[in-house]
């Protein structure tokens, strides 16, 4: 049967109104930037104009506590021409053997008003061990803000903190950053994010035996996860999948 | 290349390949963002949620682009993705809604014509069993083809013809019973 003229005018309404405006559309834009910057680090490295427009918007929804964290890792800063924001360091890289790992990565983020523009940091080749100072840098909560934006970039946030700090070796502070998420965000998008920081972070502080349980989550999660190589380099080749665990042995 | 390969390759010549996969996802994304949009919008999830389940649909056909075979067409691809995170949106609805059942329904705030009918067809759509619901909605709000149809659902071209004619008939019926005749 066809339908009425009646009921085809109330689709083509219907149909009207589920069109996105194209705001709708650069606001998702904007936060599938800030995602695959946390999914993949080297994403933020690419000169790419996905990126740089929604990179604005993204870094911003990032908060004062990546702003804060970039600040206090800047290099050497070299004044630019003010057209050039500044560049923010949102997420190390994480890739396998750690002797390749690249630069840090960053994104374009806005100036703030009060601060001269300045140059992305290009290297850095200390290793800090900084628990404290890194701890007291976001105002970690236990309860998820009401508003979207604010949830988001704490659940995101939370992530790149957890990233940086098994990055730097602080593997206590991954694991708590870890756990907060679980806590407020258990059905996260970013589980096998989450999944691979904590036995990264496990095997770190020196017990891969305690990794086995979130690596075989993330194995049923993602059996093809990029993380694996990195795991494998940090927590040794019985982090295989199909290998045998370290209980196993 | 199988796609653990691929993705090693990845990691090891980051920035040629993440910009090559960007290239992809951003034109994927120009080309199909409204489509997914009113994919998830029509099977039900509410505006506020629009931008949660279509964010949803793009990171998860980011980490499976390196995946996708082309044995279907991508707007089907991306269609039966949009149909699972849309799904698992109006489940957490679902729960919210129940957990709170001791509340009075929420006001309608339908405010201009074109809302007011969103509204009524939503109901509508209601009053259909899911299988007739998801036939109607990707061919009359996603206008997709019967054999499109047939591929998102996994279902033969002869069983999306014959849900989607009942499913007409009780749109009609609800239509008529909710007093959509303006």
């Known amino acids: 049967m066809s339908l009425s003229a009646r009921t085809k005018n109330l689709l083509d309404e ?11 559309l650069r ?10 910057a946390t999914e993949n680090p080297a994403v933020a490295a690419v000169p790419f104009a996905f990126l740089k427009v929604g990179g604005l918007i993204a870094a911003a929804a990032l908060g004062l506590g990546a702003w804060q964290w970039a600040s206090s890792r800047r290099v050497e800063p070299t004044p630019v021409a003010p057209s050039v924001p500044p560049a ?10 750690a002797p390749e790992c690249p630069a840090p990565i960053v994104v374009q983020a806005p100036a703030p008003p009060a601060k001269p523009l300045q140059c992305p940091p290009v290297a850095r080749t200390e290793s800090p ?53 679980a806590k407020l965000f258990p059905e996260s998008s970013f589980r096998e994010e989450r999944l691979a920081l904590e036995v990264l972070a496990t095997c770190q502080a020196g017990r891969p035996e305690l990794a086995k349980a979130p690596f075989d989550r993330l194995l049923e999660l993602e059996p093809a996860s990029t993380y694996l190589p990195r795991i494998r380099g940090v927590c040794g080749a019985t982090f295989e999948r199909g290998a045998a665990g370290p209980d196993d042995e | 290349m199988n796609p653990e390969e691929l993705q090693l390759a990845t990691r090891e010549r980051p920035s040629d390949e993440v910009a090559l ?14 489509f997914v949009w009113k994919t998830v919008r029509g099977l039900g999830v509410s505006k506020a949620d629009a931008d949660d389940a279509t964010q949803e649909v793009f990171l998860t056909v980011y ?34 809604t129940d957990a709170s059942d001791a509340l009075p329904p929420a006001e309608k705030t339908s405010t201009t014509e074109g809302a007011e009918a969103l509204d009524l067809v939503t109901r509508c759509l209601d009053d259909l069993d899911e299988p007739l619901r998801m036939v109607f909605v ?4 996603q206008q997709l083809t019967a054999p499109e149809i047939a591929e998102v659902l996994a279902v033969n071209v002869n069983t999306v013809y014959s849900r989607l004619r009942l499913a007409r008939e009780r749109f009609e019926a609800s239509v008529t019973r909710h007093g959509g005749g303006r």
């Open chain 1, 88 to 97: 923010v360091v949102v997420a190390a890289p994480s890739c396998p053997p």
């Open chain 2, 63 to 96: 980490r499976k682009l390196g995946t996708f075979e082309g044995r279907s067409s991508l707007r089907t691809w991306l269609c039966g993705i949009a149909i699972g995170v849309a799904r698992n949106h109006t489940r957490k609805v679902k729960r919210r």
């Open chain 1, 129 to 181: 061990v900084r628990a404290n100072e890194e701890s007291s840098l976001r105002n970690l909560t236990y309860s998820v803000p009401a508003d979207v934006a604010d949830r988001w970039a704490l659940e995101v946030g939370l992530l790149i903190d957890a990233r940086v700090a098994v990055d730097e070796g602080r593997a206590l502070d991954a694991l708590g950053h870890v756990q907060r998420h």
């Open chain 2, 21 to 34: 996969r960007l290239a992809d996802f951003d034109r994927l994304y120009e080309a199909h963002a409204a």
């Open chain 1, 27 to 36: 606001r998702v834009r904007a936060r599938l930037t800030t995602s695959l």
């Open chain 1, 14 to 24: 219907a149909r009207r109104e589920v069109e996105p405006s194209a705001d709708d």
């Open chain 2, 138 to 141: 990707l061919a009359e709000l």
